[in-house]
């Protein structure tokens, strides 16, 4: 986008909060329970997965495939296949998806900025909030 939204900052901030957290955790933090049957592991492959499954919703949608439909029985099934995600690799991936999508949405036209949050996808444009949920958690785990 020629003039940077706000949501763009917001989205690298966050990514650069998630590389530090990433950087700073030890092998024994991926175990550590985070509540509910997820891991610090589990909650940066979650992240990696959310991320990605935007990148590829917004490629769709630039051409002209629409924007897919979220199921809401996505996030039940990435429950039952996360853990077998080696979780060593759960952190980098969470970090190069993110820095992906914001390659990806600084790359957006304003015109298909603003055509996403017409049609109700502001959500994938705003990763910043579901990311800093989800670092805000493993946080409060590691304390």
Known sequence: MSDEHSDLRRNRASTERLRALVAGLEAADLARPLGGGWTVGFALAH????DQRQRVAIHR????????EEDPAVNEALDAVAPLIASG????E????AALLDETLAALASAEWDALVAAGEGYSLERWRHRDEHI???EAGLT
């Not at 992240?47 to 959310?50: E, P, T």
């Not at 949608?61 to 897919?68: T, Y």
């Not at 690799?89 to 980098?92: E, H, L, M, T, V």
């Open 136 to 138: 805000a958690q493993i």
């Open 61 to 68: 949608h630039a051409r002209g495939g629409g924007f897919p």
């Open 89 to 92: 690799r759960a952190g980098g």
């Open 94 to 97: 969470a970090v190069r998806a």
């Open 47 to 50: 992240l990696a997965f959310w």
